[in-house]
């Protein structure tokens, strides 16, 4: 009976011990989201846009809910993403209010799509596709 108790509170023992596995929690959308992107390549209504060196624009969406875009202009403003993470909404409540599709967001990849509206040629549809 003596070797069963001191069996039983050996086994006890190590399982205590045991080195408890925590696997890292997946990213949320934003915190994927929430860095600075380089543009690798761009669609006007579906074609490939190769006239415009793209090289030097980037999207930098900050934690804090605020991005700056370097193009031939900077804009800057609020961002917000919808809780099923397929639209970003910039600067809402302003007058420079935008809705951006999100087709894709990983760790590693942004696709955008912003649509604008000209009364001369219609609705134009742009896609970027990102990289950290």
Same mark, same amino acid.
């Given at each position: 009976?003596? @070797?069963?108790?001191?069996?039983?509170?050996?086994?006890?023992?190590?399982?205590?011990?045991?080195?408890?596995?925590? %696997? &890292?929690? $997946? &990213?949320?959308?934003?915190?994927?989201?929430?860095?600075?992107?380089?543009?690798?390549?761009?669609?006007?209504? !579906?074609?490939?846009? @190769?006239?415009?060196?793209? !090289?030097?624009?980037?999207?930098?969406?900050?934690?804090?809910?605020?991005?700056?875009?370097?193009? &031939?202009?900077?804009?800057? !403003?609020?961002?917000?993403?919808?809780?099923?993470?397929?639209?970003?909404?910039?600067?809402? !409540? %302003? @007058?420079?209010?935008?809705? /951006?599709? /999100?087709?894709?967001?990983?760790?590693?990849?942004?696709?955008? $799509?912003?649509?604008?509206?000209?009364?001369?040629?219609?609705? %134009?549809?742009?896609?970027?596709?990102?990289? &950290?």
């Amino acid at each position: 009976m003596k @070797n069963l108790s001191l069996t039983l509170i050996l086994l006890f023992i190590l399982i205590g011990c045991k080195e408890e596995v925590t %696997t &890292p929690a $997946e &990213p949320t959308a934003e915190e994927m989201i929430a860095r600075t992107w380089r543009v690798q390549s761009v669609q006007i209504n !579906g074609q490939d846009e @190769n006239a415009t060196d793209f !090289g030097t624009y980037r999207f930098a969406f900050r934690s804090d809910k605020t991005y700056r875009f370097l193009m &031939p202009d900077e804009r800057q !403003g609020n961002w917000e993403l919808t809780a099923n993470a397929t639209l970003l909404l910039l600067d809402q !409540g %302003t @007058n420079q209010e935008e809705s /951006v599709a /999100v087709l894709e967001l990983s760790e590693s990849d942004l696709l955008l $799509e912003f649509t604008e509206e000209s009364e001369k040629l219609g609705p %134009t549809q742009t896609r970027f596709a990102l990289a &950290p």
